[in-house]
């Protein structure tokens, strides 16, 4: 798999095969221009030679440095033109994927959203192995608003869509101190598992030589897929009203974990998530209570957060997981936001559910992000390593709970 990086400055796209065209034509530009120099140094020798042979190695004199010259501009505009070719080759192929489907059996879309929206049961039944659907999809759920849709549920009989107090209660962690995140890959590991009934957040202090305190908090998926909220504030009302701007249970149970384990407001955090996680992760670092210099979510449909100044924004998507595209419409590319893209790795075609969504894909596509050399991915985990100073980390794990409703929750693991 080859991952590409979007956003982040004047470098749009650049991946592994991007930098290998640009080597090749660099390579081809010297090779023309030291012939150039040859053939200059012969058409000196040859001044007295028949005209025939003069007027050719002029001919091949000019051809040559032309193209070095075009080699040389083909390098550039490779880059200047490869993000907006991409983005326009994935809609035109999304426009025409949903044209073809919709031709066909509209039932199999509406399952579709059912599964992943409503029904947890509907959601481990359905299989997303068809790529080519999961795409139409993601194009699809890209024009709608699919929170302001849903939003209006909670004027309707009954408790849809009703966010509740929320409470957090420490657990005991297996570990109570462990080395820092040395990179992507140890971020996905530590965002807590979505399960009923397990800790959703993970809190790490850091105590800087220097008497500054850093923090870390990771926020789990969605367990709770009802629209109906019971006690797990990790449910389908927080994933509503959070990718709608409100206060969502899950966002206000993180925060909470975060003062209950000593952090104060103005000291940084670095926010990280998953699914649902990720929605949290963006309304912390937006929140303007703590400096956030790095912001890291995985398979998050938070397209409408704008990372505030000084933070470099990290949004890592797989491009056959249709959860990205459900909070409706891509994120704008920024100088400071950057798009992690590639097909999920290590997903079969007879695996079931949402295979491309899960936190296990994700975290192989975060190891090959450590190996990479993109500059703007160096730079994320050089802010990364300097935020912990090398430092242990003081571990706590927290459990939300919403305070009012009686329902269980049922997991649809988020994962």
């Known amino acids: 798999m080859t991952i590409e990086v979007s956003g982040g400055g004047s470098v749009a796209v650049e991946t592994e095969s ?14 023309a221009g030291a012939i150039h ?16 042979a003069v007027w050719a190695l002029g001919l091949a004199q ?7 010259r075009d080699a040389e501009t083909l390098a550039w505009e490779l880059e200047a033109a490869a993000e907006a070719y991409g983005w326009a080759e994935r809609a035109v192929g999304a426009q025409q994927l949903l044209a073809a489907r919709l031709a066909g059996p509209v039932p199999e879309l509406l399952d579709v959203f059912l599964a992943v929206g409503i029904s947890a049961v509907q959601h481990e039944a359905v299989g997303f192995s068809d790529a080519r659907f999961v795409t139409a999809l993601r194009g699809l759920a890209d024009s709608l ?4 849709l849903l939003l209006p549920v909670q004027a309707l009989p009954g408790a849809a869509l009703e966010e509740t107090p929320v409470t957090v209660i420490p ?3 297996s570990a109570q101190r462990t080395a820092p995140p040395a990179g992507f890959a140890d971020l996905a590991r530590r965002i807590p598992e979505a399960k009923a009934g397990q800790p959703q957040v993970r809190v790490e202090k850091y105590e800087l030589p220097g008497g500054e305190n850093h923090w870390v908090v990771y926020s789990a998926g969605t367990i709770d897929w009802s629209l109906v909220p019971g006690t797990e504030p990790w449910d389908d009302t927080s994933n509503v009203v959070g990718l709608a701007g409100g206060s969502a249970g899950s966002t206000r149970a993180a925060m909470l ?5 000593g952090w104060r407001p103005g000291e940084p955090v670095v926010p990280v998530g998953h699914s ?5 992760a963006g309304a912390i670092a937006t929140s303007g209570v703590a400096p956030a210099p790095l912001l890291v979510t995985f398979g998050s449909p938070a397209p409408r957060v704008s990372a505030p100044a000084g933070t470099i924004d990290v949004a890592v998507e797989h491009t056959d997981d249709l959860v990205p595209a459900l909070g409706g419409g891509p994120r704008p590319l920024t100088d400071s936001r950057l798009l992690v893209r590639e097909a999920a790795p290590g ?3 007879s695996d079931p559910g949402v295979p491309a969504h899960h936190l296990s894909s994700y975290e192989q596509t975060a190891t090959e992000m450590d190996a990479s050399t993109d500059p703007r991915l160096v730079r994320a985990r050089t802010t990364l390593a300097d935020f912990t100073g090398g430092q242990k980390a003081e571990v706590t794990l927290w459990r939300g709970e919403r305070v009012s409703g009686a329902r269980p929750a049922t997991s649809g693991g988020g994962r």
Do not use: F, Y
């Open 347 to 349: 997903v079969k075609p």
């Open 62 to 68: 000019r051809e040559l440095a032309g193209a070095g």
């Open 257 to 261: 974990a975060l003062k209950r384990a």
């Open 171 to 173: 657990v005991p962690a």
């Open 145 to 148: 608003n699919l929170p302001a």
């Open 276 to 280: 649902q996680g990720g929605i949290v």
């Open 37 to 52: 120099e040859q053939v200059a140094g012969a058409l000196g020798a040859a001044a007295l030679a028949i005209s025939g």
């Open 18 to 31: 991007m930098l290998s065209a640009q080597r090749e034509l660099r390579e081809l530009a010297a090779r």
